[in-house]
């Protein structure tokens, strides 16, 4: 074989088929003593599944022995990531959806938009990012709370908004 | 027949003068429909106490107006960003992104602009004169001849595979298998829910949907300046590209049609609807195409097919809903509700007793997808500058944008997790060569044939040999076993004849 | 991973902060301040529906008789279970937050399968409507007479729609399975649509529903018999009554919508339960409910008053019922 050939990174690859078996299993679990209707087509879907993965991880083995692949997860994770700001990118995106809960629809999605920008523009343009970010927010407080009325997290901008709406 | 064409006429130019009663409602339909998790029937119980303000014939255009809107609306964020609104815009974003990413946005756009109200337009007639025989659809599709119309979508998934067969089949079954959490249909005893209450009714699919397409292309898409592939210039931002895009449609029309007619008649059928139409007329598109494997890669054809669809079911399900009395999905059901309210009572006898109501409603489709046309088209020279806006502001505003509208539907805080974890699955996907559409056909179709497939077993008291017990069922059978060979059949016989000479 | 760091509690959490972040507040209240705020009633199906409709009509009298609003948080999904959860998990104990629940379907799913809470922790005071279950045919369908449908039933299993397994109409055709000796197989077809278009369609040989449905559907069914009486004569085409017909003594398989309250709240201001029910009481005296009903194109013959015990005697009756039930509901 060409030794400058690059390794497949196969660890990456892996990934999938190994939630796919700990879901299935953990799915089984849960219908082992279920009527037969709760249990034919999962059984039957999972089983493939189970297959399948069992042949692909079999396929890997066989090319890691060859010496074609390795068990690295380049695909996955790299340094890239980070100069990117995808690392970044996902802390602020889980940020949102935990602190949505504390500082209401308008606040979070203004400070999530506003953050994220900021990280993925490394810095650049501020002023514009938060006006941007603000617009963006406002209009979403427009649309889903003022005008639909949906039930998102309400913080102190909304209950403000919503006295000086009441008494204005 | 002479009375009922001069209704016809009279009901016809009493819609157009409700013109601006349209007009508005078609904006509105887009803004909806373009949200995720939005959709028209959600908009029409939120404006409900609006809606039955209205008189009958401006709330009958209006909700009409809204349904045809809303669906042509979800393919816009579809096709641009990669966030499906709906369910019955989950095939759309195959084809239609990757025209996006090569700058082609803007034709696009016009092509799911002409296929949608072609499509809309043309099934709104051919159900208006075959009403009758078309209500009849739904009497002979039962469960098992579903399940067949099930395994037509799902068998996309092997299509879709063919790059690497295992891992597509990995994707499509992991898809599968999420697809099963939820409660099983007969005994409603809760399978594979983590204990969370919150899926006892299964995956819902606003999440999914956006999380395993919008969230997890975000974190893709930072890599490049912006959504187009070749870098500045490629966007032109004139008219030109909107008259090719149509330029593009109407040269397919045969095309329309027939994936139209798929819509109309699957929209037919009492609880089957825009998603499943838009899948299986996509694997129909494939199956009998030339060129196979140009789809997904923004391939004209495979933008057509499901957009034609999906608005072919905006029309079926007026049908059921007509002249039996049976909603053929969730806005009809709502419709029937704020039709009732004005003492409108449907059925077999409503022809007879109110055929101006009747032919109205398919008279304000017509007249919606007409108007529509007109409105929407110049547009879309506009809205393709979304893909021009560069990344680094695009990324977070897709996330933000989803993630709120994974929560919409159903409003639980659980939902929007949901989008995030399925956005992190697809991301892991889209890294190491899974394809997420696959996972996806997984988890919207799923459910759906394990349903008619535990009913048809459920009937015959678990008698497998039933799935071969009725005539219609055996046809739709061979039509498919047909449909997966003959391509590869025709694909052999096409290189052969490439390569002796 | 995703799951994780979530749990149920926390996601209920977060949901009851979104709808009743002004009710965070704890304070103490004597009666005459009560109700100093809204009311808070949490309905555990979907926006629009039948229930919605109902609410909107009786709160629109119950409002001015009580000297607050009521603010409606829909909680669909798991048949009714996550709105309880979401009650009895977090929401204060405190009266200013009730529930707006069907004593019929949502009690007999305790029964099958027990919710997280004990069902003794909150009782129904307030029944506001009541809807029997009925057998309807489609308007198509070779069985058009009862008799067809129970000759037809000891020839052969006839496959019945129904929209999900632990509902009393499919109690009541498992009692009539038992009285006539007619075989059925029940098909459970998630949802009142789906059960009709099943009848209409010949997916099934015929169904069983909450009658308000079948009147909806309007002149595609036919209506063969109902499991309780038939208040509204014509519009279920004059259908009997099972007892009537078999000279059976069963309960009325009924959908009841009814407020219900925590149990702690009533133990601990016995003097706001007082209110409730008295108020309560009074908008049922008033006429102007039989206008809000009429002008909601509710079915109006289906108002009907139960206090405290009727409501107790009902849900005690759905348990039994369940108990009794389980093994063919549950497919255990």
């Not at chain 1, 692909?56 to 066989?62: A, D, E, K, N, S």
């Not at chain 2, 919409?408 to 892991?428: K, Q």
């Not at chain 3, 279970?81 to 707006?100: H, T």
């Amino acid at each position: 074989m060409n030794p400058d050939k690059p390794r497949r990174q196969l660890g990456g690859e892996l990934v999938i088929p190994v939630l796919a078996i700990v879901f299935t299993l953990y799915f089984f679990s849960t219908i082992w003593n279920s009527p037969w209707t709760a249990q034919v087509s999962a059984f039957a879907v999972g089983s493939i599944l189970l297959l399948v993965c069992a042949m692909f991880i079999l396929r890997c083995i066989l090319s890691i022995r060859s010496g074609e692949g390795s068990l690295g997860f380049a695909t996955l994770f790299s340094r890239e990531d980070l100069a990117t700001g995808r690392i970044g990118l996902l802390i602020t995106t889980v940020g949102f959806c935990v602190l949505i809960e504390w500082l209401g629809f308008t606040l979070t999605t203004f400070l999530f938009l506003s953050i994220s920008m900021i990280i993925l523009a490394k810095g650049k343009r501020p002023v514009f990012i938060a006006a941007v970010s603000a617009a963006m927010a406002l209009g979403g407080w427009a649309v889903f709370i003022w005008a639909f009325d949906t039930r998102f997290p309400r913080g102190w901008f909304e209950t403000t908004m919503k006295a000086v709406l009441s008494n204005g | 027949m002479g009375e009922t064409s001069a209704i016809l006429v009279e009901v016809f130019f009493e819609t157009l003068s409700f013109w601006w009663v349209i007009i508005p409602t078609i904006f509105l339909g887009l803004i909806v429909g373009g949200i995720p998790g939005f959709s028209a029937a959600n908009t029409i119980i939120i404006l409900m106490p609006l809606t039955l303000a209205m008189t009958l014939q401006t709330g009958l255009v209006f909700m009409v107006t809204l349904y045809c809107s809303a669906r042509m609306g979800a393919g816009i964020p579809a096709i641009l960003v990669n966030i499906p609104g709906t369910a019955g815009a989950a095939a759309t974003p195959l084809d239609g992104y990757p025209m996006a990413k090569q700058g082609k946005g803007q034709q696009a756009l016009a092509i799911s602009f002409v296929s949608s109200s072609i499509g809309g337009l043309l099934t709104t007639l051919v159900a208006l004169a075959t009403m009758p025989i078309l209500a009849r659809v739904g009497f002979y599709m039962h469960s098992v001849e579903m399940i067949v119309v099930m395994l037509f979508g799902i068998s996309l998934i092997a299509s879709i595979a063919s790059q690497d067969m295992l891992k597509g089949l990995i994707a499509g079954f992991l898809g599968l298998m999420i697809g099963s959490i939820g409660t099983d249909v007969v005994y409603a005893t809760p399978r594979g829910t983590f204990g969370f209450l919150e899926l006892y009714d299964g995956v819902p699919l606003i999440p999914a949907l956006v999380g395993l397409f919008a969230v997890s292309e975000a974190f893709v898409i930072i890599e490049k300046r912006v959504i187009v592939a070749k870098e500045g210039g490629a966007v032109k931002g004139s008219w030109t590209d909107t008259f090719d895009g149509v330029r593009i449609a109407l040269s397919r029309w045969w095309h329309i049609i027939w994936t139209s007619i798929i819509g109309l008649i699957i929209g037919v059928i009492p609880g089957a609807g825009a998603s499943i139409a838009s899948f299986v007329a996509y694997q129909q598109s494939r199956s009998f195409s030339k060129t196979p494997e140009l789809y997904g890669s923004g391939h004209p054809e495979g933008l057509i097919a499901p957009e034609s669809a999906n608005n072919g079911v905006t029309s079926g399900t007026l049908v059921p809903l007509l002249v039996l009395g049976i909603p053929g999905g969730a806005t009809a059901a709502i419709m029937l509700v704020v039709m009732q309210f004005h003492g409108v009572s449907f059925g077999p006898s409503l022809f007879e007793s109110q055929p101006k109501i009747g032919y109205g409603m398919f008279m304000a489709m017509a007249v919606a997808y007409l108007l529509m046309f007109f409105t929407i088209l110049p547009l879309s020279r506009y809205m393709s500058h979304v893909t021009t806006v560069p990344t680094i502001y695009l990324a977070p505003m897709i996330i933000s944008f989803t993630l709120v509208g994974g929560f919409v539907p159903r409003e639980y805080m659980f939902d929007m997790y949901l989008a995030l974890g399925f956005g992190l699955l697809g991301y892991i996907a889209r890294r190491t060569g899974y394809h997420v559409a696959a996972i996806l056909i997984g988890i919207i179709l799923g459910p759906l044939l394990e349903r008619y497939f535990l009913l048809a077993l459920k009937k015959s008291d678990g008698d497998i040999s039933t799935l071969f017990s009725s005539n219609l069922g055996n046809v739709l059978w061979v039509g498919l076993v047909l449909s997966l060979v003959l391509p590869i059949y025709f694909g052999r016989r096409r290189k052969q004849k490439v390569i002796p000479t | 991973m995703t799951f994780s760091n979530l749990n149920r509690r926390r996601f209920l959490g977060t949901s009851i902060a979104a709808t009743g972040l002004t009710l965070a507040a704890p304070r103490i209240a004597r009666a005459a301040d009560y109700p100093d705020r809204n009311i808070s009633v949490i309905i555990p199906t979907r926006e629009g529906g039948g229930a919605d409709r109902n609410f909107r009509a009786f709160t629109s009298i119950w409002k001015d008789k009580l000297g607050t609003d009521f603010e409606p948080g829909f909680f669909p999904g798991a048949s009714g279970r996550v709105g309880y959860e979401v009650y009895m998990g977090k929401n204060e104990p405190d009266a200013y937050s009730l529930i707006f629940g069907n004593m019929g379907p949502e009690v007999l799913n305790w029964a099958v399968q027990a919710p997280t809470f004990d069902v003794n922790d909150y009782f129904y005071f307030g029944q506001v409507d009541k809807d029997p279950g009925c057998l309807f045919v489609g308007a198509e369908s070779k069985l058009q007479t009862l008799d067809d449908v129970i000759a037809e039933g000891k020839k052969r299993k006839l496959n019945v729609g129904t929209s999900r397994m632990a509902h009393p109409a499919s109690i009541g055709l498992l009692a009539l399975g038992e009285e006539t000796g007619a075989q059925f197989n029940l098909i459970p077809l998630s949802g009142g649509k789906n059960t009709v278009a099943g009848a209409v369609t010949g997916e099934v040989d015929f169904s069983v529903l909450t009658s308000g449905s079948v009147i909806a559907a309007g002149d595609a069914v036919k209506t063969l018999l109902v499991f309780g009486e038939n208040v509204v004569g014509e519009a279920l085409d004059d259908a009997p009554s099972m007892n009537s017909v078999y000279g059976t003594d069963l309960p009325e398989m009924l959908s009841a919508r009814a407020f219900g309250i925590h149990k702690k709240a009533a133990d601990d201001y016995p003097d706001r339960m007082d209110h409730l029910n008295t108020t309560f009481k009074a908008t049922f005296d008033d006429p102007a409910l039989l206008e809000a009903y009429v002008a909601s194109k509710g079915t109006p013959e289906y108002l009907s008053y139960g206090g405290i015990d009727e409501c107790e005697a009902f849900k005690n009756a759905m348990l039994e019922l369940g108990a009794k039930y389980k093994d063919l509901l549950s497919g255990a």
